[in-house]
C-alpha cells in the first residue's frame, strides 16, 4: 500500500503542479551526466556501457538508501510521492502540446517550429503547420509513454529505486542514444537499455489507449492497427504507441523525418487522414486518459500481486 498510495500521490502532484520549476533532480542527474561524459566519452560500445552501468547504478543506490533512510510508513509514502512526481512529466508535456497548439492557431508558424524543438529531435526548419502539428502529436504519443506510463510502471516494481533508475535510463536515451557520429557506439548502450526498459511500458500504453476508447470495436481497431503498422516503424516501443494513437485519433501518423540532415522513413501508421492543428487537443486528452487508465490497472496488478503474497505467506505460516 505504501508503493501504491505514493504513486497515486505522486501523479496527483504532477497533474496539479507539473514539474518543479527549480532544482529540478532530472535536470541535475543531467548535469552530472554531461560532465561525467566530458570526462569518459570514447567512441567504443564499451566506453559507452560502463558510463551506462555507473550513472543508473548511482540513481539506484540513491533510491535505495532514500528507501532505507525513511523509516516510518507515512515517510516511505510521502517519499515515493516525491519520487513520483519529480520523474513524471505528463503535465509539462501537455503544456508544451498546448502551447504550440495555440501558436499554430494564432498563426505563428515560426514560434511553432521553435517550441516544437523542446518535444522532438527531428529538423523543424521547414516542417509546415500540419508537419509541425503531426511532430507534436508522435510526440505526445511517444514521450507520454516514456514520461508518464514507464515510470508508473517501474515504481510498481521496484519503488523509489524503480523509479530512479527509470529516469535515469531514459535520460541518458535523450542525451546520448542518438545515431549521429558522436553517439552512433557511445550511445548503443544507453539506446539499447531504453528499449528494453521501455517495452513493457509500451504495450502497456497500447493496452490503456485500446481502453480509452470506450468501445470494444474502438479497442479492436486499435489492437488491429497496431498489429498491422507498428513493424514499419523503426522503434520497437515508439512504433506501437504511435500506431496505437493514430488509431485511437482516427488520424494517421509516421512518414517521413529528417534527423541530423538524415532522412527516415517511419512508415504509415493508422487510416485516417493527416494530423491538423485541430488534433492537437484532442491528442492531450487522450494522453491524459491513457495516463489515468495506466495508473489504475498498475494499482489493480499491484494489489493483486500483494495479495497472492499475502495468502502465500500465511500458507506458509
Known amino acids: 500500500m505504501r508503493v501504491v498510495a505514493g504513486l ?15 532544482f529540478h533532480p532530472v535536470a541535475g542527474f543531467g548535469r552530472a551526466a554531461a560532465a561525467l561524459e566530458a570526462r569518459d566519452h ?6 559507452g556501457a560502463v558510463h551506462v552501468a ?15 533512510m525513511v523509516g516510518p510508513r507515512s515517510g516511505r ?5 516525491a519520487a513520483t512526481w519529480a520523474v513524471l512529466g505528463g503535465r509539462s508535456l501537455e503544456c508544451e502540446a498546448l502551447t504550440i497548439r495555440d501558436q499554430l492557431a494564432a498563426g505563428d508558424l515560426a514560434a511553432a517550429r521553435r517550441q516544437v524543438r523542446n518535444l522532438v529531435g527531428r529538423d523543424p526548419s521547414a516542417l509546415s503547420p500540419d508537419e509541425v502539428a503531426r511532430a507534436t502529436v508522435e510526440s505526445v504519443a511517444e514521450n507520454g509513454a516514456d514520461a508518464l506510463v514507464a515510470p508508473l510502471f517501474w515504481g510498481a516494481v521496484a519503488g523509489v529505486p524503480g523509479l530512479l533508475s527509470y529516469r535515469a535510463i531514459n535520460t541518458l536515451d535523450a542525451m546520448i542514444g542518438h545515431r549521429s557520429p558522436r553517439y552512433r557506439e557511445f550511445g548503443w548502450a544507453a539506446a539499447r537499455l531504453d528499449d528494453l526498459a521501455n517495452w513493457l511500458p509500451a504495450r502497456l500504453t497500447v493496452l490503456s489507449t485500446a481502453i480509452a476508447t470506450g468501445s470494444t470495436s474502438g479497442a479492436r481497431h486499435v489492437l488491429t492497427v497496431v498489429a ?5 516503424h523503426p522503434s520497437p516501443n515508439a512504433g506501437p ?7 485511437a485519433l482516427g488520424v494517421s501518423l509516421g512518414g517521413s523525418n529528417t534527423y541530423d540532415g538524415v532522412v527516415e522513413d517511419r512508415g504509415r501508421l493508422g487510416d485516417g487522414p493527416a494530423v491538423t492543428v485541430a488534433d492537437l487537443g484532442l491528442a492531450v486528452h487522450l494522453e491524459r486518459s491513457i495516463g489515468l487508465i495506466s495508473l489504475g490497472l498498475i494499482v489493480v496488478a499491484r494489489g493483486v500481486v500483494a495479495r497472492r503474497r499475502s495468502r502465500r505467506s500465511r500458507r506458509a505460516n
Open 42 to 47: 570514447a567512441s567504443t560500445r564499451l566506453r
Open 228 to 232: 498491422r503498422d507498428a513493424p514499419a
Open 8 to 22: 497515486v500521490l505522486g501523479y496527483a502532484a504532477d497533474r496539479v503542479l507539473g514539474d518543479p520549476r527549480r
Open 54 to 68: 555507473a550513472l543508473v547504478g548511482a540513481a539506484a543506490g540513491t533510491g535505495v538508501l532514500l528507501d532505507r
Open 77 to 81: 509514502v510521502l517519499l515515493t510521492a
Open 241 to 247: 504507441v504511435e500506431a496505437a494513437f493514430a488509431a
